[in-house]
């Protein structure tokens, strides 16, 4: 964590200085804005703590709720999410607040005793596997609230505007601010109030019955399975030794997924409820907590759960829709869009693989960072584009492994020829549900993959993925990855060639490069952070002798930054050895990095004229 | 972390529900109180935390300052501080936040060019070789924020009472409050009024000008030498590559101990001013910033500081000296003490080893359960009378090792003959100056070393040093010893023997004798938090299961705590074995450990007649 950058700093850390916007914010609703986020869910909330780090840009996020979410359905948090919040600057402290899911267990019937269910297999969770973050379960409120006080405490200081409601919008051909926006006050003094707003770009994260998806006229296509599922969160005490392990119960009395949550006594059931008929319009959802609880007992059996609570239930058919548009752009038009869709608003699913909160949070990361790129002027408005391109297939990929989970856990016993089968499609699938299969196609965004070869480990078009390397000016071991902060800006490492000269031929060539991109007034690495990781050992380079473009100075004080220069372990407080670990050719590489942590480019450190190639068309040069 | 217990909640778990003194806490100052604390340093803060955490106890603590502390001195945090931050729920939020100490490098003259300095050493910092906590750099002013913070979000809601000097007291020979206090507010609505109140105890953590160490009649004993230092954080900019790296520079023109901060960018240096004149008077400590700066580019010769903002700087002649007692009772009587000194107000000594903080902690840390342990009825009041038994030895090393090393920084160049030898004498002693060393004798809460041979890794009256094992109700690989939070509970472990049966016998037989001592209306575990770690794998092992003591049913809800079975790793998660790491017999062991996380005893799981005897010294039976 870096500050006393501006000078001496005696508070908390996290709260950054106020900037822009930020400082005197009006409490109420200005009549224009640059950015409106209508909805304070998990694609929302991420997106204003994104937009807070752009406090040039005026940002409200309006939800028709009179304050926090009390009570959020969404549990599930996946490695990819973790890393996310790793640089909104909060997963040390949801981690030590979570449920960690470190096993998986599979349950079916007795062979002796069909009546009775058995432990049938058990498999590690796929998390620390994959990467250095956990996969967690913690009440989606609490994620809320992090996120929250990330945008709160951001320069741009972004608090929610609870009880005003979306009401609808109109898009006209023109102005500085082409879109306006229809709200009513729902809770507060104003109560009952409507007004008119303008705003220069809209984004949806208004859940699944979105009204910004129906005032752009965009459809939810899909439909809902005649199956249905019963779910609550209830603190009991049972004899089921397995209430705190994640588990797949499949008896001939139903199915389950049993999901422990926070705190070390909660857990999550989902409980078969069975095929719907026909004629039931909707009659399941009215089933009685008595009949769900009474459900679980019986697919539990021989064990049972005595309820003490019952914090929340619900019933549901399982869905799977996805949105035709995600943005107000039709199809062949090259218009810029101004209106975006994210979230269970352009994807539903069922819950059960844990992916819906997810995949919504990464749509308001893809999303935010662009648009504080255009508004600010780094980029083209064209970037804008590339959020739906991007975002699509990514929601139908997860609406197609959904179905398929879904499908998988509510089979009957007959149905399933080999009780390890569910264990192994688990772990197989694993990197999808983890967070980490999005790999984004070429773009103005997404470079040519011809030089993947010299980074094998860092896969073109998916997220950078951390490694431990020593930094220089200290000697310690770190995550390159987790310094780069959700601060909006863009990193470069440049990955040294054998004798390092490589790497500091490169920094001489690019240093003007960056330069273009960045404006004048601003500090020298507010675009392009550009980082060293050298080959040799920490303790035979001295980080005084590295080129500017590593040390530059920054800031009112013009204090030199001593965190861009690292070298590759092993060492003595880890193993890791990021030139053997991700693949990286001894010519050295250079690693270009979206803010959205995606691999952009993968370059020789002799090729800066591609890389400005690549430069030029992603970016705006700086007035 | 567990929460939910009392039912769900939906906010930040970190908030504990408010209870006792704790709910409609009065602003003012009340005329009675139990426990009044004098001075918010990190002592007070800790022991106010740790008050919060009983909050059937009246607690206030008053600091003449009239808000938080905004500069502090003190910055360095052994490993043993931060287990101890772990225990307040605070650790992994200030590890993220602080300096790393990973390596210390040392400095002396170039042989060749004598007025040049060159790299003579480098060394490994000891922290990650001695426990699993770090060895930080953080700015004090924090360390007291997240102390307030755990004492506002325990049950008891105790905040400081600001602007509120201590002016006096007299001890009593009788009565409910037998501590009459005189306060004067000097700041605030009441400025200038001056009150008296009445306490059961009165702790002094007011410093080295202790009024509360006047107030009965002790002495601080000692004096100072005749060498002065200067010390500052600055923010410079500088072609000194060891900025960021703890170093020794011992140079022809003096000497400089360098301490990386927080933050990147700011570091302090204590600068060696050499001896002073035995007329001086302390006029050294009017020396100018600007002569300090031009003696530390002296010293960093043919290196230099461009210094850009000077954030704190002092001049101080280092001094020793320990309070000729710590409490109000007099050598020979046997009366219980109603006053006591900790910290500063007993202790002072140079800052160079980075000691003073820590100890302090530690202080308050010793009398805090220890009050709310009488003043709850739970042990008698001869416990407080080891406070002063059990720290004032503590503080003797501290100020011989002090010595020692602040002696071994002050040399010249040529008294030195070996480059190596600070290094060496650096590692050689690392347990102390981390925090690890204090070893507590034999007394009404420490029994006897009879039984260390079963577990030689858990030295008797040394801290209880964490291990890794491994859940068995979820499989997570966890540390047993940060689930013992700083709640004013005893932990005893129960080491399983090879079948396990060896601890289901001791705790069928234990189980009676912990309930003797703890009361019928409170929960099973309100005194004695105890666990079982079994030998078994966790796979081989059923929570549901194990005795009914490892299961206890609390809260108002009866609601089954799963977090007190173990399994010995190693795991898939983990290399640990603790039976085997921590040198356990095979016959098992049970290991009693005070609330402030020092081992009290160790016995055999057969001696449950010598436990009661153990307990019988240390508990009252509870009413």
Redesign the interface.
């Given at each position: 964590?870096?500050?006393?950058?501006h000078?001496?700093?005696?508070?908390?850390?996290?709260v950054l200085p106020a900037e822009g916007t930020g400082v005197d914010r009006p409490v109420e609703l200005p009549d224009e804005i640059d950015v409106l986020i209508v909805g304070s869910g998990p694609a929302g909330m991420l997106l204003a703590a994104q937009m807070s780090q752009f406090p040039g840009v005026t940002t409200r996020i309006i939800e028709k709720r009179d304050g926090r979410l009390?009570?959020g359905q969404a549990d599930g948090i996946q490695p990819r999410s973790v890393e996310t919040f790793q640089a909104f600057g909060f997963a040390?402290?949801i981690?030590?607040?979570a449920?960690?899911i470190?096993?998986m267990n599979f349950w079916g019937p007795d062979p002796e005793r069909p009546e009775n269910i058995v432990r049938t297999a058990?498999t590690?969770d796929y998390a620390?596997d994959i990467c250095e973050f956990p996969h967690l379960i913690v009440?989606q409120?609490?994620v809320l609230?992090y996120f929250a006080e990330a945008a709160a405490d951001g320069p741009g200081r972004i608090l929610p505007d609870y009880g005003v409601e979306f009401t609808g919008l109109t898009v006209h051909d023109a102005g500085e601010h082409p879109v306006e926006v229809r709200v009513r006050h729902v809770a507060g003094p104003r109560e009952g109030e409507e007004r008119t707003i303008r705003a220069k770009y809209v984004v949806g994260c208004d859940g699944a019955r979105s009204g910004v998806r129906d005032a752009i006229g965009r459809t939810h296509v899909g439909g809902i399975s005649a199956h249905a599922w019963g779910v609550m969160?209830v603190?009991?005490?049972?004899?089921?030794?397995d209430?705190?392990?994640k588990c797949a119960i499949n008896s001939e009395a139903g199915n389950i997924l049993h999901i422990?949550?926070?705190?070390?006594?909660?857990s999550r059931m989902y409980i078969d409820l069975g095929e719907v008929a026909d004629d039931d319009n909707h009659e399941v959802r009215k089933t009685p907590i008595e009949a769900i609880i009474a459900k679980a007992n019986a697919i539990l059996h021989p064990y049972a759960i005595d309820v003490?609570?019952v914090?929340?239930h619900s019933v549901y058919e399982v869905g799977h829709r996805i949105t035709d548009g995600f943005d107000d752009v039709d199809a062949g038009s090259t218009a810029a869009p101004r209106v975006f869709l994210t979230g269970d608003a352009c994807h539903t699913h069922s819950a059960k693989a844990g992916q819906g909160m997810n995949v919504s949070m990464q749509d308001g990361f893809n999303i935010g960072w662009k648009l504080g790129a255009v508004l600010t002027g780094r980029s083209p408005e064209s970037l804008l584009s590339t959020y739906g391109a991007e975002r699509r297939p990514v929601a139908q990929q997860l609406i197609d492994f959904d179905r398929e989970w879904s499908t998988l856990m509510a089979r009957k016993p007959e149905e399933i020829s080999d009780p390890q089968e569910l264990a192994t499609y688990y772990l197989a699938t694993a990197e999808f549900p983890s967070g980490f299969m999005t790999q984004y196609t070429a773009s103005m965004i997404t470079g040519t993959d011809a030089h993947q070869g010299l980074a094998t480990g860092f896969p073109l078009g998916k997220r950078f993925k951390s490694a431990e390397v020593v930094r220089v000016?200290?000697?310690?071991?770190v995550h390159l990855g987790h310094h780069a902060k959700a601060d909006g800006r863009w990193r470069v490492y440049a990955f040294g060639d054998e004798s390092g000269a490589g790497v500091d031929a490169w920094a001489a060539a690019a240093e003007p490069l960056f330069a273009r991109f960045t404006p004048t007034a601003a500090d020298v690495d507010a675009v392009f952070d550009v980082k060293a990781v050298y080959r040799q050992a920490a303790?035979d380079l001295?980080?005084?002798c590295a080129p500017a473009l590593f040390q530059p100075?920054t800031g009112p004080?013009?204090?030199?930054?001593?965190?861009k220069v690292y070298a590759s372990g092993p060492s003595?407080?880890t193993a890791a050895d990021v030139f053997a670990d991700r693949g990286l050719s001894a010519d050295g590489v250079v690693i270009v990095v979206r803010p959205d942590q995606y691999v952009a480019a993968i370059l020789p450190l002799t090729a800066v004229d591609e890389l400005a190639g690549f430069l030029e068309g992603a970016f705006l040069p700086a007035s």
């Amino acid at each position: 964590m870096q500050f006393h950058h501006h000078g001496y700093v005696s508070g908390d850390p996290r709260v950054l200085p106020a900037e822009g916007t930020g400082v005197d914010r009006p409490v109420e609703l200005p009549d224009e804005i640059d950015v409106l986020i209508v909805g304070s869910g998990p694609a929302g909330m991420l997106l204003a703590a994104q937009m807070s780090q752009f406090p040039g840009v005026t940002t409200r996020i309006i939800e028709k709720r009179d304050g926090r979410l009390v009570l959020g359905q969404a549990d599930g948090i996946q490695p990819r999410s973790v890393e996310t919040f790793q640089a909104f600057g909060f997963a040390e402290r949801i981690i030590a607040e979570a449920y960690n899911i470190g096993w998986m267990n599979f349950w079916g019937p007795d062979p002796e005793r069909p009546e009775n269910i058995v432990r049938t297999a058990r498999t590690a969770d796929y998390a620390y596997d994959i990467c250095e973050f956990p996969h967690l379960i913690v009440n989606q409120a609490r994620v809320l609230d992090y996120f929250a006080e990330a945008a709160a405490d951001g320069p741009g200081r972004i608090l929610p505007d609870y009880g005003v409601e979306f009401t609808g919008l109109t898009v006209h051909d023109a102005g500085e601010h082409p879109v306006e926006v229809r709200v009513r006050h729902v809770a507060g003094p104003r109560e009952g109030e409507e007004r008119t707003i303008r705003a220069k770009y809209v984004v949806g994260c208004d859940g699944a019955r979105s009204g910004v998806r129906d005032a752009i006229g965009r459809t939810h296509v899909g439909g809902i399975s005649a199956h249905a599922w019963g779910v609550m969160d209830v603190l009991v005490n049972t004899d089921f030794p397995d209430w705190r392990t994640k588990c797949a119960i499949n008896s001939e009395a139903g199915n389950i997924l049993h999901i422990p949550r926070e705190g070390g006594y909660l857990s999550r059931m989902y409980i078969d409820l069975g095929e719907v008929a026909d004629d039931d319009n909707h009659e399941v959802r009215k089933t009685p907590i008595e009949a769900i609880i009474a459900k679980a007992n019986a697919i539990l059996h021989p064990y049972a759960i005595d309820v003490k609570e019952v914090a929340w239930h619900s019933v549901y058919e399982v869905g799977h829709r996805i949105t035709d548009g995600f943005d107000d752009v039709d199809a062949g038009s090259t218009a810029a869009p101004r209106v975006f869709l994210t979230g269970d608003a352009c994807h539903t699913h069922s819950a059960k693989a844990g992916q819906g909160m997810n995949v919504s949070m990464q749509d308001g990361f893809n999303i935010g960072w662009k648009l504080g790129a255009v508004l600010t002027g780094r980029s083209p408005e064209s970037l804008l584009s590339t959020y739906g391109a991007e975002r699509r297939p990514v929601a139908q990929q997860l609406i197609d492994f959904d179905r398929e989970w879904s499908t998988l856990m509510a089979r009957k016993p007959e149905e399933i020829s080999d009780p390890q089968e569910l264990a192994t499609y688990y772990l197989a699938t694993a990197e999808f549900p983890s967070g980490f299969m999005t790999q984004y196609t070429a773009s103005m965004i997404t470079g040519t993959d011809a030089h993947q070869g010299l980074a094998t480990g860092f896969p073109l078009g998916k997220r950078f993925k951390s490694a431990e390397v020593v930094r220089v000016a200290d000697g310690n071991v770190v995550h390159l990855g987790h310094h780069a902060k959700a601060d909006g800006r863009w990193r470069v490492y440049a990955f040294g060639d054998e004798s390092g000269a490589g790497v500091d031929a490169w920094a001489a060539a690019a240093e003007p490069l960056f330069a273009r991109f960045t404006p004048t007034a601003a500090d020298v690495d507010a675009v392009f952070d550009v980082k060293a990781v050298y080959r040799q050992a920490a303790e035979d380079l001295d980080v005084t002798c590295a080129p500017a473009l590593f040390q530059p100075k920054t800031g009112p004080l013009g204090l030199t930054d001593w965190e861009k220069v690292y070298a590759s372990g092993p060492s003595k407080w880890t193993a890791a050895d990021v030139f053997a670990d991700r693949g990286l050719s001894a010519d050295g590489v250079v690693i270009v990095v979206r803010p959205d942590q995606y691999v952009a480019a993968i370059l020789p450190l002799t090729a800066v004229d591609e890389l400005a190639g690549f430069l030029e068309g992603a970016f705006l040069p700086a007035s």
